[in-house]
């Protein structure tokens, strides 16, 4: 009897949740941004938001060296802290193997997530471009 009484209390709160969203439980759902999520599906590589950005960063920093070579020939050759004698493309190119290393590196010893490794890349590149 006591169950009977407590009914007419629920049957408000059961019609509010069906009107919050429970009517929709196995309706699709719009999917939010995910940075990696496919932008291409049915593509032969994972085409993801964030490789695409990496992509789009090294043929901009390539471009960039192109048009440095352009108006400044001969590469701005220096010897650095290494001891080695290098040009702006090798110094591009230590600081992507670097970074490289030091998102694997990161990976395998911590995980996730990824911006410490990103600052430490961003002080390499610093350091390469401008010591080595």
Avoid at 43 to 50: G, K, R, S, Y
Avoid at 90 to 119: C, E, K, Q, V
Wanted: charged share 10%.
């Amino acid at each position: 009897m006591r169950c009977l009484a407590i009914l007419p209390a629920l049957v408000p709160t059961l019609a509010g949740a069906q009107q919050a969203g429970w009517g929709n439980l196995g309706k699709p759902v719009e999917k939010a941004f995910s940075w990696t999520d496919p932008l291409w599906p049915s593509f032969w590589m994972a085409w993801t938001p964030a490789t695409l950005l990496v992509f789009i960063g090294i043929f901009a920093a390539m471009a960039v060296l192109t048009v440095l070579e352009i108006r400044h020939p001969g590469g701005d050759e220096r010897r650095g802290a290494l001891g080695l004698t290098t040009t702006r493309g090798d110094r591009l190119f230590i600081t992507l193997l670097g970074t490289s290393y030091i998102f694997m590196a990161w990976l395998g010893l911590i995980g996730m997530p990824l911006w410490w490794p990103l600052a430490l890349s961003v002080a390499w590149g610093v350091f390469c471009f401008w010591k080595v």
